[in-house]
């Protein structure tokens, strides 16, 4: 697919007049950062001196950054618990000026919070805080009444699905619905777990991985992805397929046809984060009435910009007019 630049940033320079609802699992991501240099007397294992703790949003949190950086109006909808950790969930997405009046306090429910003991750019452990139980039947109503009393603010939703109970059948099949009648675009980073709660949306954006794992197909070779992405498209029916190939590339499946995408990334260095680029980018390129072809393409140019950083990173307008000018 040939590349118009010229159309390509009349697309991203609307990305400001655009509203974006992101429905899903929100998570606190917490860092302590320390060195090791003695092992416990109480047990075997490496005592860490702490010497920095950072926070940042994760999740369906970072989805709401990644498009609040690329110039969109951002509202969060999820489901966290009270106390410190939903304090400072909140103060950092007002911080960016995300819209949290959708965002749901379920006291029985914990924050999803998850803590990465990092010593000498090692990873030594994580801690995990959260609930895998699905959503009350009362909290799941009022997650659907909030988004259907304010569905006609948004010009596309986003469902961010990492298994912690927010995302279920129901409401997944009443948001289509919604949208559906509303003429909204819906579209989902799935779960490989919950593929089959993902019936009619407008676009699934999954990695291989999770798309093997989605039908059962274990691919013996490349020359299969395209197999792989007809038997989504035939179980799922979403209008558009864009499968996220890591260093090569993406595929991008409609209208009974397929597009290879060449990788943008001229290094790559870290690959935390780069799934919530690709659907952020791609929505709301969508969103300004791209074609899909488009819409891959700055999906994927965005991606070849936050894995050339380190950490879960996020891109702009500026960036993206860069890198579309080769600089």
Known sequence: MKINKTKLKSIISHFKDKKILVVGDLILDHHIFGKVDRISPEAPVPVVWAQKETFACGGAANVG????????RVSMCGVIG??????????????????????????????????RIMAHNQQMVRVDWESLEPL??????????????????????????????VINPHLVEELVS????????????????HFDYYKNVTALTPN????????????????????LGKEIMKKLNPKVLLMTLGEDGMMLFFDKKHHHIPTAALEV?????AGDTVISAFTLALSCKAGYDESAM??????????????AATTNKQELFRKIDGK
């Open 82 to 115: 009270k106390g410190d950790f939903a304090r400072t969930l909140f103060s950092l997405l007002k911080k960016s000026s995300i819209d949290t009046k959708l965002i749901i306090k379920d006291p029985s429910r914990p924050t999803t919070l998850k803590t």
């Open 136 to 165: 009350s039947l009362k909290v799941n109503k009022l997650v659907l009444d909030k988004i259907s009393e304010n569905i006609d603010e948004f010009d596309a939703v986003i469902i961010e699905d990492y298994g912690k109970g």
């Open 208 to 227: 291989l991985k999770e798309a093997q794992n989605a039908v059962n197909i274990k691919l013996k070779d490349k020359t299969q992805i395209e197999s």
């Open 65 to 72: 950054l990644n498009l609040w950086a690329l110039g969109a």
């Open 298 to 311: 700055i999906a994927n140019l965005a991606a070849g910009i936050v894995v050339g950083k380190l950490g």
């Open 178 to 193: 919604l949208c559906k009648d509303k003429n909204k675009i819906v579209t989902v980073d799935p779960k490989e777990e």
């Open 269 to 273: 260095f870290d690959v935390t984060g």
